[in-house]
């Protein structure tokens, strides 16, 4: 069928408005239907004025200049000729793709293409609480965020990423007045896509929803503007636009995953009875499971290997993804995570989780890895002496740590192939007993470092191994009054000279930066009935240290019979673990204004002090991976700046 002879193919600006002049009836039946680019909605070109524009469909706003109708439409009905304004609206979704901080309809790189879409994770985790007590609890089918209709606490708006719409080019009453009806659409791309929209109470669109506490109460009290789902429109209505100027219309939104998958997002309006009229320009979106946005390494991702089964070469877990190489400077920065005691594998990838997201919502745009290890768990505190196989499940730990570093060590050399000094690691808790020993076998093969900086956050090994001088001696408090087991940490025989045992190590990672995150009050590791009082009961059942003679030496024995030497690897490790007693603090709360730890260790950030106010609270230990976002930014952003991967980032 020919086009009518009075309807020309143009091509105008979007955002922009022409005087224009209607000559004939605008509900010309005859003219042909349209679609958008393969997208639905379909919908019938009725207007006199439509615009074809390549293989989009522009169908602009009209509006009586001359007040000749008395109210203004979108469609004009009455006498003809007459002069009209004919608003071709440049409608746009975005969020920050870039991670600037700052959603920016200006600029191309908030913007997402095919083979380019905005990627964020999908809310599978049940957070709960909304204070520094908040923690993850175990997922199940049955629990997760993402299954209610409303923001459940604080800590579950880290699992929100912002989405917004702009109207640049259009008089905001076209989108307040009523009369016209906002259509959300999601046509799915692979997978089975869908995500909960709720809108911003900021109207700015900014990050307080996870960086202010008053903004983020009021986003967890919202109501949800509903679920996007393939093929179903979602109407929102026209009061949720905020007019920044007068033809400039933005609605700032929030938004979880709930499946996974990719899909292209687009909105218009439409008349409370009429088609669509027009229609905003793609957005691209991939959802995933947030174990699919980092690597997952382990040497045991269980609880119960022993220590003689852990291997020297670790593997990917099956959840693991495989990246392609790095495509740009920011993929050769590689975080890599390891883990502490007492962790069931979910627990594992949930502290990894919440690490990698929290410094997702920073702006670090590097990789992120978990170096996972079989840590014995129990429910029981391994302080309380009515039962010691509590103290054996913490030791027994210890000693699957010291075998777990050979893995590590490997891992990291294999990271550090794709490029010199950029692998940063972060271990917390017993985990530094892990890197400590991985990068002190590194040490002695060669004297190159191996990564760029390494972080021994609130570190549960102990203080004397990495300088034997400066930190504080801690008296036996418990009978005898006095320690039945040499003190082998600090005082670590090599050759005719005793060395503290990582002597070393710091010259596997780049200019010495071994940089130690302390709380001197860290409930875990200073409180008398925890880790010293563990310290203090050795050896354990079943192990024995026996004074020789009259002179200091002694010897260490595994049951009777069994006689363990410092001059075998495996066997430290064992006498480290179940025998040896430690006369110092952890490393994690050692440092003190009379103390300060030298050695090994390059540095110190004090956790205690402010910004980051860790105190005595049994959840502080981990602090960095509980809490909420607003309280935890602050350590986040330290371990960026002591990593020197701030260059470029947004303030927090």
């Known amino acids: 069928m020919n086009k009518p002879e009075f309807l020309k193919i143009l091509y105008l600006l979007r955002g922009t408005n022409y005087a224009v002049h209607v000559s004939a009836n605008p509900y010309q039946?005859?003219?042909?239907?349209?679609?958008?680019?393969?997208f639905t909605p379909a919908y019938t070109a009725r207007y006199t004025a439509q615009l074809w524009n390549g293989t989009n469909g522009v169908y602009p706003f009209l509006t009586d200049t001359n007040q000749l109708l008395g109210v203004n439409l979108p469609l004009i009905r009455e006498v003809y000729p007459?002069?009209?304004?004919?608003?071709?609206?440049?409608?746009?979704?975005?969020?920050?793709?870039?991670?600037?901080?700052?959603?920016?309809?200006?600029?191309?790189?908030?913007?997402?293409?095919?083979?380019?879409?905005?990627?964020?994770?999908?809310?599978?985790?049940?957070?709960?609480?909304?204070?520094?007590?908040?923690?993850?609890?175990?997922?199940?089918?049955?629990?997760?965020?993402?299954?209610?209709?409303?923001?459940?606490?604080?800590?579950?708006?880290?699992?929100?990423?912002r989405l917004q719409l702009k109207v640049e080019g259009l008089p905001a009453y076209f989108a307040t007045n009523g009369n016209l009806l906002t259509k959300v659409y999601l046509t799915n791309l692979s997978g089975n896509p869908s995500l909960r929209l709720f809108r911003a109470v900021d109207n700015t669109g900014s990050l307080a929803y996870l960086t202010n506490v008053t903004t983020a109460t009021a986003q967890v009290a919202t109501t949800a503007l509903g679920v996007l789902t393939n093929g179903t429109a979602l109407t929102l209505p026209s009061a949720n636009w905020f007019a920044t100027t007068s033809n400039s219309l933005l609605l700032p939104m929030v938004f979880e995953g709930i499946t996974t998958g990719r899909c292209v997002i687009t909105f218009g309006f439409a008349s409370n009875t009429g088609p669509v009229l027009a229609l905003s320009r793609p957005f691209y979106l991939d959802l995933k499971p947030v174990t699919q946005l980092y690597e997952h390494w382990t040497v045991g991702d269980n609880t119960n290997t022993d220590w003689t089964a852990i291997p020297a070469i670790p593997t990917r877990t099956a959840d693991s993804p495989i990246f392609n190489d790095p495509q740009n400077t920011n993929g050769l920065d590689y975080i890599l995570f390891v883990h502490g005691w007492r962790m069931d594998p979910w627990e594992r990838r949930a502290f990894a989780s919440t690490g990698f997201k929290r410094l997702w919502h920073l702006g670090y745009q590097g990789r992120y890895g978990l170096f996972s290890w079989p840590t014995d768990n129990t429910t029981l505190t391994f302080w309380d002496l009515s039962d010691k196989s509590k103290i054996q499940n913490y030791d027994r730990s210890e000693q699957r740590a010291w075998k777990s570093a050979s893995g590590l060590k490997y891992l990291l050399r294999e990271l550090n192939k794709e490029q010199t000094y950029r692998v940063r690691v972060l271990a917390h808790s017993m985990g530094n007993i892990v890197t400590s020993e991985a990068l002190r076998l590194y040490a002695r093969e060669t004297n190159l470092p191996l990564i760029h900086t390494y972080i021994a956050s609130q570190s549960a090994s102990v203080a004397y191994a990495y300088d034997a001088v400066n930190p504080a001696f801690v008296a036996q408090t418990l009978p005898p009054f006095y320690y039945t087991t040499p003190e082998v940490f600090g005082s670590f025989p090599r050759g005719t000279t005793n060395q503290p045992f990582f002597t070393?190590?710091?010259?596997?990672?780049?200019?010495?930066?071994?940089?130690?995150?302390?709380?001197?009050?860290?409930?875990?590791?200073?409180?008398?009935?925890?880790?010293?009082?563990?310290?203090?009961?050795?050896?354990?059942?079943?192990?024995?240290s026996i004074l020789v003679g009259t002179n200091t030496q002694h010897t260490f024995w595994r049951g009777d019979t069994n006689s363990l030497k410092l001059n075998s690897l495996d066997q430290t490790y064992e006498i480290y673990a179940h025998i040896a007693q430690a006369q110092s603090k952890a490393l994690g709360c050692a440092e003190e204004p009379t103390h300060h730890i030298q050695g090994e260790i390059g540095g110190a950030i004090n956790l205690f002090n402010s910004p980051f106010n860790y105190k005595d609270n049994s959840y502080e230990h981990s602090a960095e991976f509980n809490s909420i976002n607003m309280n935890r930014r602050s350590y986040w952003w330290q371990v960026l700046s002591t990593f020197s991967l701030t260059n470029n980032l947004p303030q927090p």
């Open 82 to 161: 007459k002069t009209a304004t004919l608003y071709v609206p440049d409608m746009t979704i975005a969020a920050d793709v870039d991670r600037d901080g700052v959603v920016n309809f200006a600029s191309r790189t908030d913007r997402t293409y095919p083979t380019n879409p905005f990627t964020f994770w999908i809310n599978d985790d049940a957070d709960t609480g909304s204070d520094d007590a908040a923690v993850d609890l175990e997922p199940n089918a049955g629990n997760l965020n993402s299954l209610t209709a409303a923001i459940a606490n604080l800590r579950d708006l880290e699992d929100f990423a």
């Open 504 to 544: 070393g190590m710091k010259s596997s990672v780049k200019n010495g930066n071994v940089v130690n995150f302390h709380n001197v009050q860290d409930y875990a590791l200073s409180s008398p009935g925890t880790w010293q009082l563990n310290q203090k009961t050795k050896p354990d059942i079943g192990w024995s």
């Open 29 to 38: 039946a005859i003219l042909p239907s349209s679609r958008t680019n393969g």
